[in-house]
């Protein structure tokens, strides 16, 4: 999978994007799929190109073949985000919901370091809970869960070897339905 994703980073090198409200980011990020998420200062949404106008590439098969196994519908991913951590970046508590039907789950892999991962409720004001993702866990936010909170507090570094350089890759499967 890893040589995979080594193959779509070529085709749709990572970014390091700003939010809308100007801050950079620390993950870095691409996509593979017909439509990838990015974030500008223009916003959040899906689009059907990288920011250098190329097209995304397809979705390895390898990770389709994760998505067919858990996802528990026919229906394929639109979207594979490819989130590169370096052992200093984080992602904060939010929300996927920038897609148009949230019936279908968001499904996660993990690869190289451990993660710090906070899950809470469909509101802010429910408490978290948290747990360490490890290389090749896969985790399903479907049903009661698709729209819980949640994020990445911190990368435990050299808690893998299954990067040369370290870091974590996590992707993140959806279904898009632009509203
Ligand atoms: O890195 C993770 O495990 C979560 C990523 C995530 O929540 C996202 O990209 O929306
Ligand atoms: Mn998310």
């Not at 085709?11 to 993950?27: D, E, F, K, N």
């Not at 200093?88 to 451990?114: N, T």
């Given at each position: 999978?890893?040589?995979?994703?080594?193959?779509?980073?070529?085709?749709?090198?990572?970014?390091?994007?700003?939010?809308?409200?100007?801050?950079?980011?620390?993950?870095?990020?691409?996509?593979?799929?017909?439509?990838?998420?990015?974030?500008?200062?223009?916003?959040?949404?899906?689009?059907?190109?990288?920011?250098?106008?190329?097209?995304?590439?397809?979705?390895?098969?390898?990770?389709?073949?994760?998505?067919?196994?858990?996802?528990?519908?026919?229906?394929?991913?639109?979207?594979?985000?490819?989130?590169?951590?370096?052992?200093?970046?984080?992602?904060?508590?939010?929300?996927?919901?920038?897609?148009?039907?949230?019936?279908?789950?968001?499904?996660?892999?993990?690869?190289?370091?451990?993660?710090?991962f906070r899950l809470g409720g469909q509101?802010?004001?429910?408490?978290?809970?948290?747990?360490?993702?490890?290389?090749?866990?896969v985790l399903v936010l479907g049903g009661?869960?698709?729209?819980?909170?949640?994020?990445?507090?911190?990368?435990?570094?050299?808690?893998?070897?299954?990067?040369?350089?370290g870091g974590r890759i996590n992707l993140?499967?959806?279904?898009?339905?632009?509203?």
């Amino acid at each position: 999978m890893v040589a995979a994703l080594r193959a779509v980073v070529a085709a749709a090198p990572l970014v390091q994007p700003v939010t809308p409200g100007g801050r950079q980011m620390s993950v870095r990020m691409t996509a593979a799929g017909r439509l990838g998420w990015v974030s500008d200062r223009q916003g959040y949404r899906y689009q059907d190109r990288h920011p250098s106008g190329a097209p995304w590439p397809a979705i390895p098969d390898e990770v389709l073949a994760v998505w067919r196994r858990v996802a528990g519908t026919p229906r394929d991913p639109d979207c594979c985000l490819v989130n590169y951590y370096d052992t200093a970046a984080r992602m904060g508590l939010h929300q996927d919901r920038d897609e148009g039907d949230f019936s279908f789950p968001v499904v996660s892999i993990s690869l190289g370091d451990q993660a710090l991962f906070r899950l809470g409720g469909q509101s802010r004001a429910e408490g978290t809970q948290s747990f360490w993702l490890s290389s090749g866990d896969v985790l399903v936010l479907g049903g009661a869960s698709r729209l819980a909170w949640h994020g990445i507090d911190r990368v435990r570094p050299g808690s893998s070897t299954l990067l040369p350089r370290g870091g974590r890759i996590n992707l993140t499967l959806r279904v898009v339905d632009l509203p």
